[in-house]
């Protein structure tokens, strides 16, 4: 077994990742742990790639209608929209949103509640990276774990998932009480003008590409440095985590050399990437974790525009 390849036709979702799974609108919806163990208050949830990284990349699909409630993370949340329609929204009531598509990317701040959902007319898939090696726990609105609760589904004192239906509280624990509403005031909330520094749709990131090797481009999402060169990121937040995307239809890059953790994972199209002692091809949702310091080349096959996302530690 490759620890280092996550081929995405061997990954394993959990269907029930969170409290909330039972209510509708999260039912229809799957989620993957790709590196890292994210924020899945699963306890089964599978991982693919385990080693420590500095940030953890997962994914979710989603029938029309279906997604997240209203939540927040302690470190930063990048919701890269691989296919679909996708309706973010945000603040204490989610009085606030945006319509995302295929392409676009949103970098959500911490210390707000934030939500999602398909908002098309198929099932929908994005991927999705959090910062740290443990992003910490979910934080709900009240009100999602006081619905979840009429389902049967809780979550303990240790933030770990139960369903009331079939089991007992363990002896020791209690249930998770709720934040209060004065908590809830410390918070931020901000205007759909006020967040728009923190997204990128695809019209921004074509007008932000720069020639790199032979017919490939590259746009600089988030981070200020890409191969010890300073730049400048579409999305200047301070995520711990950088995010390039390369696009190409039949070019190659050589050379590149990756002094920090990183992944490579494709958006479209298959890529042949070679380190100093191997080579591999991944295709579309497939990733690669590089080996810390070793020399890359990256390469496409040639037959259709094909996108490569590049998540590097900072």
Not at 44 to 63: D, M, R
Not at 67 to 86: C, D, R
Not at 213 to 242: A, E, R
Request: contains cysteine; glycine residues 8%; hydrophobic residues 35%.
């Amino acid at each position: 077994m490759n620890i280092r390849l996550a081929r995405f036709q061997d990954l394993t979702p959990s269907n029930l990742p969170f409290v909330e799974g039972k209510l509708e609108g999260h039912i229809e919806r799957k989620n993957y742990s790709i590196l890292g163990p994210g924020v899945a208050e699963d306890v089964n949830q599978s991982i693919k790639i385990s080693e420590p990284h500095g940030f953890n990349l997962g994914a979710v699909s989603a029938k029309p209608l279906n997604g997240s409630g209203l939540h927040s993370h302690l470190t930063a949340e990048v919701f890269i929209i691989y296919s679909g329609k996708w309706r973010f929204y945000w603040g204490s009531t989610g009085q606030d949103e945006t319509i995302l598509n295929a392409g676009d990317i949103i970098s959500m701040p911490t210390n707000v509640f934030r939500g999602f959902e398909n908002a098309g007319d198929e099932e929908g898939f994005i991927f999705v990276v959090l910062g740290g090696n443990d992003p910490g726990i979910v934080t709900w609105m009240p009100d999602v774990l006081e619905r979840a609760k009429q389902t049967g589904m809780a979550l303990l004192d240790d933030n770990s998932l139960i369903d009331l239906n079939s089991e007992e509280i363990p002896s020791g624990r209690k249930l998770l009480e709720p934040i209060s509403n004065h908590e809830v005031k410390k918070y931020d909330n901000y205007k759909l003008e006020q967040l728009q520094k923190n997204i990128c749709v695809v019209s921004k990131r074509l007008k932000n590409e720069n020639n790199i090797g032979h017919n490939v481009k590259i746009s600089h999402i988030l981070g200020n440095k890409f191969q010890s060169k300073s730049i400048t990121p579409i999305i200047q937040q301070n995520t711990g985590f950088s995010l390039t995307t390369f696009k190409s239809k039949n070019g190659k890059v050589n050379n590149l050399k990756f002094d920090k953790p990183t992944i490579l994972f494709s958006q479209k199209g298959k890529w042949k990437i070679d380190t100093e002692n191997f080579a591999y091809e991944i295709n579309y949702k497939d990733t690669f974790s590089v080996p810390v310091g070793s020399y890359v080349s990256i390469q496409t096959d040639g037959k259709s525009e094909s996108l490569l996302n590049c998540v590097s530690k900072i």
